[in-house]
């Protein structure tokens, strides 16, 4: 079974850091795209950032770019968003999803950012 673990999230202050983390089970991490996504209180999901199985590229929503990254640990078989200069907006509960068979068919818990000012 295609299973995603979602994990690192966490209460930090404005301008600090936090690193996200996506186990993937059930298949390789750099088989399929996959991607975070996250979701505000009283908010549509959005996304926020995903890594292409195939050549590892990478893009970003405009509201993350130049603070977030995405990589990719095939030994691991895990994917990272590591989060610099947290803003308030950013609180979020935040997801990865795995791009398997059709758009964004698997999804793991989510992982809650609280970002205090």
């Known amino acids: 079974d295609v299973q995603l673990q979602a994990s690192g999230g966490g209460l930090v202050q404005v301008g600090g850091s936090l690193r996200l983390s996506c186990a993937a089970s059930?298949?390789?991490?750099?088989?399929?795209?996959i991607g975070w996504f996250r979701q505000a209180p009283g908010k549509e999901r959005e996304g926020v950032s995903c890594?292409?199985?195939?050549?590892?590229?990478?893009s970003y929503d405009d509201s993350v770019k130049g603070r977030f990254t995405i990589s990719r640990d095939n030994a691991k078989n895990t994917v990272y968003l590591q989060m610099n200069s947290l803003k308030p907006e950013d609180t979020a509960v935040y997801y990865c999803?795995?791009?398997?068979?059709?758009?964004?068919?698997?999804w793991g818990q989510g992982t809650l950012v609280t970002v205090s000012s």
């Open positions: 890594i292409s199985g195939r050549d590892g590229s990478t």
């Open positions: 059930g298949f390789t991490s750099d088989e399929y795209a």
């Open positions: 999803a795995a791009d398997v068979t059709t758009d964004w068919d698997y």
